[in-house]
Each structure stands twice: as C-alpha cells, then as structure tokens.
C-alpha cells in the first residue's frame, strides 16, 4: 500500500488501526461518552481543527470539560479517556502520577470515583498552569509538585519541546532547563507511609520509567496496587508481586494481593 500522509498520520496507520482491538475501543468510547465525537474523531484521525479548544466527556461522576492546546493533547485524551490505557475502577483512591503534563490523566483518575485523590509530578510550569485549569472542578482533591521524579534528588537538566508531551531529564531537545527532581522511591515511601497504600502508580516521564519501575524494592511494591508504565516490557521486572499485561506500549501491572493491607488508609 502507498504511504499516502494524512497530517503526521499515514495511510497505512488508519487503514491498520481498526484491526487491532484497542483502537477500536477508542472509536467506539468516542462515540459513546464525547459530546461532539466527529469533532474529536476528526481531529485524531485527519488532525482536522485549530487550538486551543476544549473537549466535553462523560464520566462516572458527571461531564468534565478539558482543555486541548495541540493535536499531542488530543493523542492524549484518546489514549486515556477513550484507549483505555490505565484501567480503573471506583476502588481506586490513592493515585500517584510521575509526568502529569496538562492534567488529563489526573482527570480521568478523579473522575473514576468522587473521592479518590491524586499526588501529582510535573516540572514544566507551561504545562502545570494548563493541569490547574483542567483540574479546577478537582481543588482539594489533589496535591501538584513542580519536580520531575527520577533517580536522585536535587536538580537536574529538563529537555523540553512546545508541545509538553515528549520532554524529560536528558531528553535531547535542543532546549533545557534545570528542574527540582525527586527520587522516585523516597516519593513512593512517602504517600504509602501517608495512606498505607497506593492504588495506583503512573509513569510517564520519558526517561527513566523502565529504570524506576524495576527500581522499586519489594517491600514497597507490594503496597502498589497497579502500576501503569509507558514502556515495552519482554520480561516482567516486578514478578514476584506482580501480573504483567503489555497493553500496547503501555505496560500494566496488577499487584497478586502481596501485602495489600487497606486497614491503614488515611485519605
């Protein structure tokens, strides 16, 4: 088949996307909870549209409105809102999110139940006052920390780009700037000492998720109920206390029932 582009997208990929299963959820949760799916399907296939514009989507707790600034904004809610990317449910409480960008997937999390809370991570200030206007409805029902997570504490170089999305520590971007990083695990100790537990751990920073995932030592991982991680696993690094599902590029880890003790929830 010739590779006839569409925008950034190609032939090729649009003919494709309806035989693999998880786009075809996407299409069909479009249809069912955006209020102008056309519009959306419009700009994710054919990248059709202006910006900034906003989206309206039905959740479990009612319609939420979010903010779009580019065509990467609208890969982002299909991935989560509609994909299917980190599935949840009403029992998840305690979420905790390295990489928040503009505040899409702390919205699906805090729509999933009316009282779930979210501890989230985002060093780009461009993106943290877009996360601010998104999760407005949310005041109180999150806490933001404007620090990438990694390897070390301290400072370290953020590459970044206008979009938000594909920045990281050492991504070569052409662009830096010197953020506040937290260590991964010292965070994770924190909110289980906090809460007793975390019902689920989101990594998406660019860099590192692979490195912080099997970084996690075993007696804190097995207070993490789910772990969704933006990386291609072949073996699974978190066995002992974890299932592993390849879920496209998104690796999804749901935890045995290894050490999972609700009874010390402080919400």
């Not at 009612?62 to 609208?74: P, T, W």
């Not at 990317?85 to 979420?95: A, G």
Request: hydrophobic residues 35%; proline residues 4%; glycine residues 8%.
């Amino acid at each position: 088949m010739e590779n006839i582009e569409f925008g950034s997208r190609n032939l090729r990929s649009i003919v494709k996307a309806p035989f693999q299963g998880r786009h075809y959820l996407a299409a069909k949760n479009i249809f069912s909870l955006c209020k102008n799916p056309l519009n959306m399907l419009g700009r994710y296939v054919f990248r059709i549209g202006t910006y900034p514009t906003h989206v309206i989507v039905d959740t479990p707790i009612g319609k939420v409105r979010l903010n779009l600034y580019s065509f990467h904004d609208v890969m982002t809610i299909n991935e989560i809102f509609f994909r299917n990317d980190y599935p949840t449910d009403v029992n998840d409480k305690v979420i905790v999110d390295f990489g928040s960008n503009i505040g899409i997937s702390a919205a699906f999390f805090l729509t999933r139940s009316p009282d779930s809370i979210a501890h989230l991570f985002e060093p780009l200030r461009s993106n943290t006052e877009k996360l601010r206007t998104n999760l407005k409805p949310f005041d109180g029902r999150y806490t933001l920390e404007e620090a990438a997570v990694g390897l070390v504490e301290g400072n370290v170089e953020f590459g970044w780009e206008e979009t938000g999305r594909y920045g990281g520590i050492g991504v070569k971007t052409g662009r830096f700037i010197t953020v506040p990083c937290r260590d991964s695990n010292k965070v994770l100790d924190h909110f289980i000492s906090l809460h007793g537990h975390i019902d689920i751990l989101k990594i998406d920073i660019e860099t590192f998720e692979k490195a912080l995932t099997e970084r996690i030592p075993l007696e804190t991982v097995g207070h993490i109920k789910k772990i969704y991680c933006e990386q291609i696993f072949p073996h699974n690094p978190l066995e002992r206390t974890h299932r592993l599902r390849q879920y496209g590029n998104v690796a999804q880890f749901l935890n045995k029932g290894i050490a999972l003790d609700h009874s010390t929830q402080h919400l």
